[in-house]
C-alpha cells in the first residue's frame, strides 16, 4: 500500500493546488454558489481558496501532514452547503446547464474527498513486538 498512498497523496495535493487556482483565476463563477445566506461570498471564496491550496501543499509536508489534512477533510465539510445550494437552486447558481444527475452527484464526492485525503494521510500502522514484563 506504501507507493500507491504515495501516487494518491500527490494525485490529491495535485488536485486541491489546481482547484484551488482554478477558483482563485474564476472567483465570480464560485460566488454564485454560495448560499445567500452566508455574509460576504467574495472573502468566502478566497479563505477557500487559500486553504485549498495551503492543505494541497501541506499534504506533502511530512511535518504538518496530518494538520493539512484535517484542514481539508474540514473544507470539504464547510463548502458543501456551496454543493447543496448549486444542487437546489441551479439557475441562481449559475448551473443551470448542468444535468441534475451532475448536480446531485458532485454531493456525493465530498465523502469520497474526504475519505481519500484521510485515506493517504493516515499514519501507518506500526506493529511492535510487546516483550513479556519480569516478574519478581
Partial sequence: WGMLRKVFLALAALFFIAAGTFHF????????????????PLAMVYISVAAEIAGGLGILLPPVQRSAAL???????????????????????????????????????????????????????RLTRVSPRATV
Fill in 25 to 40: 483565476l474564476r472567483p465570480a463563477m464560485y460566488m454564485k454558489i454560495v448560499p445567500p445566506y452566508i455574509p460576504w
Fill in 71 to 125: 484542514g481539508l477533510m474540514a473544507l470539504l465539510v464547510a463548502v458543501f452547503p456551496a454543493n447543496i445550494y448549486m444542487a437546489t437552486n441551479p439557475v441562481e447558481s449559475g448551473a443551470s446547464a448542468l444535468p441534475p444527475a451532475a448536480l446531485w452527484g458532485r454531493l456525493l464526492l465530498q465523502p469520497i474527498f474526504i475519505w481519500w485525503v484521510w485515506w493517504c494521510t493516515k499514519p501507518a500502522l
